[in-house]
């Protein structure tokens, strides 16, 4: 089954460090929550809430991150890794289930993202598409 989401999200935890070895190098933990903005409930209900823990390799703010996603609706929650790279204001990457809970013990799936900063500060709008199995 084909399906796009988009969250806003926004980060509620952040740790920097610089590396040193070339200006402007820093790696990055990020804690973020979000909340849908176009959202169709699916088997497992309506949305409860979504949790990312992220890392971040940057020299001069871009480059490439890795993290998890944890995504709880009414019924079960899903379980994501996800990997991008940020280049100007924009990060896209690829996202895969690996684990579900619920009515979503089955699911399998994998796609594509893109975050976008909003307006307000550390705000981003997260759009997701992809492809699901349960």
Do not use: C
Request: aromatic share 12%; net charge positive.
């Amino acid at each position: 089954m084909q399906r796009k989401a988009s969250f806003k999200i926004y980060v509620t935890r952040r740790e920097m460090l610089y590396v040193g070895d070339v200006p402007d190098h820093t790696l990055m933990l990020t804690e973020m929550e979000g909340e849908p903005v176009n959202y169709t409930p699916g088997v497992a209900g309506e949305f409860v809430s979504r949790r990312s823990v992220g890392f971040h390799d940057r020299i001069k703010g871009d480059g490439p991150m890795t993290g998890y996603a944890t995504t709880i609706y009414q019924h079960g929650a899903v379980y994501s890794r996800f990997r991008g790279d940020k280049m100007g204001a924009m990060t896209k990457g690829k996202w895969e289930v690996y684990k579900g809970i619920g009515k979503l013990s089955t699911v399998k799936g994998a796609g594509t993202f893109v975050v976008k900063p909003t307006d307000k500060h550390g705000e981003f709008l997260l759009e997701m598409e992809g492809t699901y199995e349960l």
